[in-house]
């Protein structure tokens, strides 16, 4: 079993930034790989990056390129999301996720996630 629990959302104005921390507990050592996933109001869950764990290759998508960047700190136990230049369409609940094995952009893939933490992009 894996825990994880977001912490570091808030409101914060358009071009401001946020570091978002993800702890995590129990068997690190199944764990593929880490990723973060944001859900806005009446929208599906989107793949916003991922971090393999032992090798910390990393991704992001698209939408978050250049503003975004996903890192941790094994030593902690924590996944980070830097987030940068933040816009109103930002504003989500970000979700982290841990994967044993599977596609690392697919959320049904992930095996274990934490509860959210609110991100409020104001304009």
């Known amino acids: 079993q894996v825990q994880l629990v977001e912490s570091g959302g808030g409101l914060v104005q358009a071009g401001g930034s946020l570091r978002l921390s993800c702890s995590v507990s129990g068997r690190t050592d199944s764990m593929y790989s880490m990723g973060w996933f944001r859900q806005a109001p009446g929208k599906e869950r989107e793949w916003t990056a991922t971090?393999?764990?032992?090798?910390?290759?990393?991704y992001v998508a698209d939408s978050v390129k250049g503003r975004f960047t996903v890192s941790r700190d094994r030593a902690k136990n924590t996944m980070y999301l830097q987030m940068n230049n933040l816009k109103p369409e930002d504003t989500a609940v970000y979700y982290c996720?841990?994967?044993?094995?599977?596609?690392?952009?697919?959320?049904?893939?992930?095996?274990?996630w934490g509860r959210g933490t609110r991100v409020t992009v104001s304009s």
């Open positions: 996720a841990a994967l044993i094995s599977g596609n690392w952009y697919v959320a049904s893939d992930y095996d274990y």
């Open positions: 971090i393999t764990w032992n090798f910390g290759s990393d």
